[in-house]
């Protein structure tokens, strides 16, 4: 389900970049993305692919390459284990159906620029739809990145016909030269960080998130492999001012409510764990995407939490403890009856 990406010739010596994909294994990473054509590698490339070629079998990773067809007549891949080759620039749609009979790897589509016709083409000269799987682009200009109605538009024609899809997310600790601004697939990606992002696509209906920059750092990793399919982990910056049992409230597994409100996530769990008074403190005005929690004045009501989808006016019963505003994509998408917890900040 997540993955990273490695890069010969560029920014990262082959030293920092099987140190990478060593780390990434130890933390739980099982899939890696490996670029075959990049315009601006060095004179080390090709000796540098083959020895992360070797790492990455070594330490038994899936390995997804991307190649074109100059790279793909020039290496002579019976010498290395993969998983799926992304074909990119030179194939036309017969070379593909021929080469998707192949048994020893998968055949991977681009998501982002294929079209139905060209998959009928595909299966009309014979290509072998179990053995297809498909990745989106990433993009390296600011701008330039997909949006979320045409990414689920090109997944879908995919998913009719039975084929998993993957895309990108950026990291902010080494981003990918020369343009370094980041390597997601959805433009609206470019500054969050892998692990919001990377939830993001997920419940966009994607299969398999891989991390497009050169390198992530070990918290962003860390951060990263923590992220499930039944948890939305949603990053906050608390308030410094909050009580011991507010943090306690907020370190909580939550579920959203069946019936939460129309413009709230309403937590079924807070309330009915709360352990100690809740005075009350910064009753301000209640912004978009704050996390509030009902403090004594409210009664009955003490310690329901809340994270709020508008604005709301200040209320002397309720205490507004953290801003969860860079998740705002993620908030959106907690339907009634979701787990959810929070990873504070600097913590």
Known sequence: MLGISVYAGLDLSLEENIKYLEEAKQLGIENVFLSLHIPEVNNNFLTEVKELLLTINRLNLNL??????????????????????????????????????????????????????????????????????????????????????????????????????????????????????????????????PQTAAQDLLKL??????????????????????????ITIIPVKVFESISQEEKRLLNLVHKNRQDPGEYIIRSETARKSKKNKIIPNNNIKRFKHAVTIDNCNYQRYEGDLQILKKGYPADKRINVVADAGDSAVLIEKIKEGDKFKFKIKGE
């Open 205 to 230: 209906g994607i299969d398999k998130v891989y991390i497009g920059d050169s390198r992530a750092s070990t918290d962003e990793l860390e951060d990263f492999t923590a992220v499930n399919k039944d």
């Open 64 to 193: 997804t390459a991307d190649i074109s067809k100059k790279y793909f007549e020039n290496i002579n891949l019976n010498k290395f284990n993969f998983d799926a080759l992304r074909l990119d620039f030179g194939f036309n749609t017969q070379e593909i159906s021929e080469l998707s009979q192949n048994k020893d790897y998968k055949i991977n589509l681009n998501a982002s620029t294929l079209t139905e016709s060209d998959l009928k083409s595909i299966i009309f000269h014979g290509g072998n739809l179990d053995n297809f799987e498909a990745s989106h682009n990433y993009y390296p200009r600011e701008e330039t990145g997909l949006s979320k109605e045409l990414l689920l538009k090109k997944n879908n024609v995919l998913k009719k016909y039975g084929i998993e899809v993957a895309a990108f997310v950026p990291a902010k600790y080494k981003k990918r030269p020369p343009i370094k601004a980041g390597l997601p697939t959805l433009e609206k990606h470019r500054f969050l960080t």
